[in-house]
């Protein structure tokens, strides 16, 4: 990670300003109340720099309303340099890191790196693969779950081959080989539920590459062909047929929880995948340098919104929600 700590976007209140509005407003501003486009800034010494006005809704506005950073008191240098860290960091960075680096607050650290985690998702991202790619299937199990699942047909025994899956969080993810992912938790993992998922985020027209497992021959019908390696054999690759790459992809997920987050609550799991796969769908393999996923990490926060009632009262504090010292 190449970080030049002297550019005044990370120190100077009006350079950092005017590269988020560069990013949140590639073609100008437009008012964030009713989406109006006739909007001036309002200047004289009465108004802070980078307050709009629109004469639509008459609504007075900045860049950093209707985004994740809104109501922040936090500088928007310091959201700046926040925005550039986190995307740079392959494995993740500490909420306790952020703030000795920053110099904000632990609570203040943590809920800016769960804004940018919202401003990471893409909810209505487009269907990956296509006719000729392959799209590879595959579930992990991480941390443990205050609610296991209990199979009725298995009666209680563990439903994975290590053993250990009732009391795991389930992972399923879709990776296009050379391209993006589709990664989500989910309760318990069953050929339903990894169907609708994959409904929504694959096209059927790709080649289909999974494992053994018996959630998969059904739904790989639907697909131009389903192949398999055999994992309990100690096959990894046939050819072009495996799914390394869903494989690396958990890898550094799972790197990144362990040695740098350490732990997170179960509410709060999503949002560290969306991390991980934000990076990974814009990593340096497919043309993206470290300043340009910051730019698209910028570009992504508007029209979100996270209160900190909302992450922060869902049944665990802080000290549950995933950080080392």
């Excluded at 169907?195 to 018996?214: I, Q, V, W, Y």
């Amino acid at each position: 990670m190449t970080l030049d700590l002297t550019d005044p976007i990370f120190h100077d209140e009006n350079q950092a300003r005017e590269w988020l509005e560069g990013y949140r407003w590639p073609n100008g501003p437009y008012c964030c109340h009713c989406g109006g486009v006739r909007v001036a800034p309002m200047g004289g010494k009465k108004h802070r720099p980078g307050l709009y006005y629109c004469p639509d809704c008459r609504g007075q506005f900045t860049v950093m309303t209707g985004s994740v950073m809104e109501s922040s008191h936090v500088k928007v240098a310091k959201w700046v340099l926040a925005i550039r860290l986190m995307a740079s960091s392959k494995k993740g960075m500490s909420a306790h890191q952020l703030h000795r680096s920053i110099g904000v607050t632990y609570k203040t650290a943590w809920f800016m790196f769960h804004r940018l985690r919202e401003a990471m998702s893409d909810p209505s991202a487009a269907p990956i693969g296509g006719e000729g790619k392959i799209v590879e299937a595959d579930e992990a199990y991480h941390g443990k779950t205050k609610t296991p699942y209990v199979s009725p047909q298995r009666k209680g025994r563990a439903f994975t081959k290590t053993g250990g899956g009732n009391n795991k969080r389930p992972i399923v993810a879709l990776v296009e080989r050379g391209g993006e992912a589709r990664v989500t938790h989910m309760a318990h993992v069953t050929a339903k539920n990894i169907g609708a998922f994959m409904a929504k985020n694959a096209d059927l027209k790709s080649r289909l590459n999974t494992d053994e497992s018996r959630l998969y021959p059904s739904l790989g019908k639907d697909f131009a062909s389903h192949e398999t390696v055999n994992h309990g054999a100690k096959e990894y690759a046939r050819g072009d047929v495996n799914i390394n790459t869903a494989e690396g992809m958990f890898g550094v997920f799972k790197r990144g929880m362990v040695g740098v987050y350490q732990h997170c609550g179960e509410q709060h799991f999503q949002r560290y995948l969306d991390e991980f796969t934000f990076r990974f769908n814009n990593r340096t393999k497919l043309g993206v340098e470290d300043g340009q996923r910051a730019a698209r990490l910028a570009h992504g926060m508007g029209g979100k919104r996270l209160t900190y009632r909302r992450i922060a009262g869902q049944g665990e504090g802080m000290e549950d929600a995933g950080d080392p010292g």
